[in-house]
């Protein structure tokens, strides 16, 4: 899929991930639609008004997100070529805490509703519009993708609500890859390590927890660079058209082992 003069949904393109993957994007001239619950990633893109929307959203929300669709083909005029769903949360607790307590269910749902549920609404939605749409060359409609997480595969303890949560995300790759794959439409997630972002900052909460962390990755022993990185990534499933239904870890080897 070519970026430039295409449009884009990034959703959690208010801070972090979101932010450096819909940067890149209109770097390379693309029109970006920012999706993101709140709105104070909305001056990261002042002066940029003729290339981008922000969208204040909910990503489990089906009438906010069928709007931001909606807005988008306003704007831009006709196609969604793709989105990169970076709206997301980090969430810790264990199953049963060290008093004997249970997790509390709220918790748990709310997790599973904003990473799980709130992807796949974006993803249905988005999907649904770009099955209206022209195909491009080799009958290529549109790219999804997705943002687990390395936890996916190896939670650890304390993790059981955002694992679950990013479990699904992974899970539903090749089905909604086999789904799409009549109306040229691609799906792929991504599945990062340690990236250096607002939401891992919260996760790290001091010098020795950030250490621990740092322990767990093999070369280079740093979290990743958002800028660059993770990007580079993003940009290259959306233009190799080759890429589909795979779940790809980018860690620089951490494998996450017991705390
Ligand atoms: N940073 C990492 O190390 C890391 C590692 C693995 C996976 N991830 C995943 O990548 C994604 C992006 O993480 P990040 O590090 O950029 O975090 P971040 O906190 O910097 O950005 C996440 C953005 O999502 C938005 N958001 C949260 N809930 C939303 C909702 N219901 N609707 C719309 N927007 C919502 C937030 O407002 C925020 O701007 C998350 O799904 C996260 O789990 C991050």
């Given at each position: 899929?070519?970026?430039?003069?295409?449009?884009?949904?990034?959703?959690?393109?208010?801070?972090?991930?979101?932010?450096?993957?819909?940067?890149?994007?209109?770097?390379?001239?693309?029109n970006?639609?920012?999706?993101?619950?709140?709105?104070?990633?909305?001056?990261?893109?002042?002066?940029?008004?003729?290339?981008?929307?922000?969208?204040?959203?909910?990503?489990?929300?089906?009438?906010?997100?069928?709007?931001?669709?909606?807005?988008?083909?306003d704007?831009?005029?006709?196609?969604?070529?793709?989105?990169?769903?970076?709206?997301?949360?980090?969430?810790?607790?264990?199953?049963?805490?060290?008093?004997?307590?249970?997790?509390d269910?709220?918790?748990?749902?709310?997790?599973?509703?904003?990473?799980?549920?709130?992807?796949?609404?974006?993803?249905?939605?988005?999907?649904?519009?770009?099955?209206?749409?022209?195909?491009?060359?080799?009958?290529?409609?549109?790219?999804?993708?997705?943002?687990?997480?390395?936890?996916?595969?190896?939670?650890?303890?304390?993790?059981?609500?955002?694992?679950?949560?990013?479990?699904?995300?992974?899970?539903?790759?090749?089905?909604?890859?086999?789904?799409?794959?009549?109306?040229?439409?691609r799906?792929?997630?991504?599945?990062?390590?340690?990236?250096?972002?607002?939401?891992?900052?919260?996760?790290?909460?001091?010098?020795?927890?950030?250490?621990?962390?740092?322990?767990?990755?093999?070369?280079?022993?740093?979290?990743?660079?958002?800028?660059?990185?993770?990007?580079?990534?993003?940009?290259h499933?959306?233009?190799?058209?080759?890429?589909?239904?795979?779940?790809?870890?980018?860690?620089?080897?951490?494998?996450?082992?017991?705390?």
């Open positions: 899929m070519q970026i430039k003069g295409n449009t884009f949904i990034v959703t959690g393109g208010g801070s972090g991930l979101g932010l450096s993957a819909a940067r890149e994007l209109l770097r390379l001239e693309a970006v639609v920012v999706i993101d619950l709140k709105d104070d990633g909305k001056s990261f893109f002042k002066g940029q008004e003729k290339n981008v929307l922000f969208v204040q959203a909910n990503v489990t929300s089906e009438e906010e997100i069928s709007k931001a669709i909606q807005q988008a083909i704007k831009f005029g006709g196609n969604i070529r793709g989105v990169v769903n970076c709206g997301g949360i980090f969430s810790v607790g264990k199953i049963v805490d060290q008093s004997g307590k249970p997790l269910l709220e918790s748990f749902k709310f997790t599973i509703n904003v990473n799980l549920v709130g992807t796949f609404n974006v993803c249905r939605l988005v999907a649904a519009q770009m099955v209206k749409q022209k195909p491009l060359e080799e009958g290529e409609r549109g790219v999804i993708i997705n943002i687990s997480s390395i936890a996916y595969e190896d939670g650890q303890a304390g993790l059981i609500s955002y694992s679950a949560s990013k479990g699904g995300v992974a899970s539903m790759t090749l089905p909604m890859t086999r789904d799409l794959s009549r109306f040229g439409i799906a792929v997630t991504i599945a990062p390590g340690f990236f250096d972002t607002p939401l891992s900052s919260a996760a790290a909460t001091d010098e020795k927890v950030t250490q621990k962390l740092i322990n767990q990755i093999e070369y280079p022993g740093r979290f990743g660079k958002p800028d660059g990185e993770f990007n580079k990534l993003v940009i499933l959306i233009e190799n058209t080759y890429m589909n239904g795979e779940i790809i870890r980018i860690d620089a080897g951490t494998k996450l082992g017991k705390l």
